[in-house]
Structures are given as C-alpha cells and as structure tokens.
C-alpha cells in the first residue's frame, strides 16, 4: 500500500513523475537551441514581414511546457511560412537560471508575456488580429489571456495542438502527490507552470469557471488518441460556440503520433492547422496530407 512505501521508494517514485514530465512535454531535440533571432534566417520570427491578402493574419506559435521557441517549431513553423504565413514564436515561462527550458513559471505571468508579445507583433505587421497556434501548454495558456487580459479583441483564433484545456493527471501520477508530505508544495514553489497544470489546481478551476470560451475568437482543437501526458485525451476538448474539436484519428487511423510528435513532426496535424488558420481554403485532412 502507498502509506506503507519507504520513503526512498516515495523519492523515486516523485522522481519519475517529474522525469516523465519533463520527457513527455519538452519537444524533441532534434537539434540544438538557438536564440530566436536565428530564426529570421528559417523564414519566421522576421519582423519585416508583412502579411498578405490571402493570409492577412501573423501566426504566433506558443510551444508547450519546457519548450522554447526555436526547438518546438523546427517542423511547423517553416511549414507555415512555405504557405505564405507571416510567422512569429516567443519564449514564455522562463525560471531564474534555468536556459532553454521555458513554461515552467506562473502561467497567468506567461500569459502577461504573451500578450506583449502579441502587441509586439500587431505593431510590427500592421495587422489588426494575430492568430494563435499552441502545442500543450501553449494551447491552453493563451485561453487567459483572451480571457482576463483583453486578447479577445485582438486575436482571431486560437488553434490548440494537444492542449492542456483541463489539467492532465500525467496518467494518475499526480495522484501520487498527497502520499507524499511536502511534494505539491516543492512542485508549487520550484516549476509553478507544472503545479497550474494538475487537474483541478485553482489556475485551472479560474480559467474554466463560466465556460471554455470567449466570444469573437474562434478554437480548433486539435487532439491524438495516443496522448500519454495529456489524459484522457478528451479532456482537451473544449465547449463552446465557435469551437472545432479534431481527433487526428478520425482524420488519418494510420497516425501513432502522441502528444510530443503531433505538435512537433506530424504533417497530417500541420495540414489540419492550416485548415484552421484559413478555413475558407481548407482541403480534406487525410493520411495523404503528410505529401502536401
């Protein structure tokens, strides 16, 4: 039984929850950080872009929980550009002396940080509304900001890619925090961006109290059967009008992708984002959009 675990077997066990945490939410490393400036030379993050009429929207990508710009859009966000987009990716969430590894403080302030960052990117491009596109952490988080800090008027939708809406359980191994005095609180003060996310915690009971949605903004959700972080993987589903919710699956039966590969490789999620960035000139999502 739990209450009668040694305590180095209640270490070890806290252990994996944060090494799978950190495992299962930080994108890939397919390559290494870079400072988003670099970026300009992939075609994204080039504040001298100005959109087009087809596309008269800048993109602002939000990666998720121990992301950073560059690594979770090494896939996407050239997709985007190739297709005409003007593209932009912050960094959010940053703790005191810890590089690259980003979204792990208070997500109301990283709302704040993205806000300015939105207001940033408005102001370079001339545009009136951004569009949003978040992978974790990054698609729930930006529901604040619409929410408490005005982004509603200045955003026009906000597509979530294996988004948090709910809090995850990390498949129950939260549930092993109360067995262990003193944990929730050391998870709390250390990485507040992790205790908010936890079903049930009070940044999330706020942030849905009321309804998942605002009105003027539109929401596409778009979620794997395969999601090992996210659980169940329908709790990212939100409720609403002017909500779409996707299960990739039901799109391509084929796709395995879980919660790190449909927001970082999978082309089959990318196609059914493009058709939520530009729902006048969407074409079917099927197995065959990793081609196109």
């Keep these: 039984m739990l209450s009668r675990t040694p305590w180095k077997q209640a270490v070890r066990a806290l252990s994996v929850l944060l090494l799978t945490a950190a495992a299962t939410l930080a994108p890939t490393a397919a390559a290494s950080a870079q400072p988003a400036a670099a970026t300009v030379d992939r075609g994204w993050n080039d504040f001298s872009c100005k959109p087009s009429a087809a596309h008269p929207r800048p993109v602002v990508l939000v990666h998720g929980t121990f992301g950073n710009s560059v690594d979770n859009w090494l896939g996407l966000a050239p997709y985007l550009v190739a297709r005409g987009y003007c593209v932009f990716s912050l960094d959010y969430g940053q703790l005191p002396g810890v590089p690259l590894f980003n979204g792990l403080g208070p997500i109301s302030v990283s709302a704040g940080q993205l806000k300015t960052y939105v207001d940033r990117v408005l102001a370079a491009t001339g545009a009136p509304e951004a569009d949003l596109v978040g992978h974790s952490q990054g698609g729930m988080m930006p529901r604040w900001y619409l929410k408490f800090l005005g982004g509603a008027e200045k955003v026009n939708a906000l597509v979530g890619i294996a988004p948090d809406n709910h809090g995850t ?110 729902p006048a000139r969407a074409t079917p999502t099927t197995c065959l959009s990793v081609v196109g």
Aim: charge should be negative; hydrophobic fraction near 40%.
């Design 169 to 278: 359980t990390l498949l129950g191994l939260t549930g092993l925090l109360p067995y262990f005095p003193g944990a929730k609180d050391l998870i709390s003060s250390a990485t507040p961006g992790l205790a908010d996310q936890i079903a049930g915690s009070p940044f999330l009971t706020r942030l849905n109290e009321g309804g998942d949605t605002v009105p003027g903004v539109r929401y596409h959700v778009i979620a794997t059967r395969y999601d090992e972080v996210v659980t169940p993987y329908r709790s990212q589903f939100l409720s609403g009008p002017n909500v779409t919710n996707v299960l990739i699956q039901d799109k391509c039966a084929l796709d395995l992708s879980e919660h790190v590969a449909i927001g970082t490789v999978d082309r089959v999620t990318f196609h059914e984002v493009a058709n939520a960035l530009d």
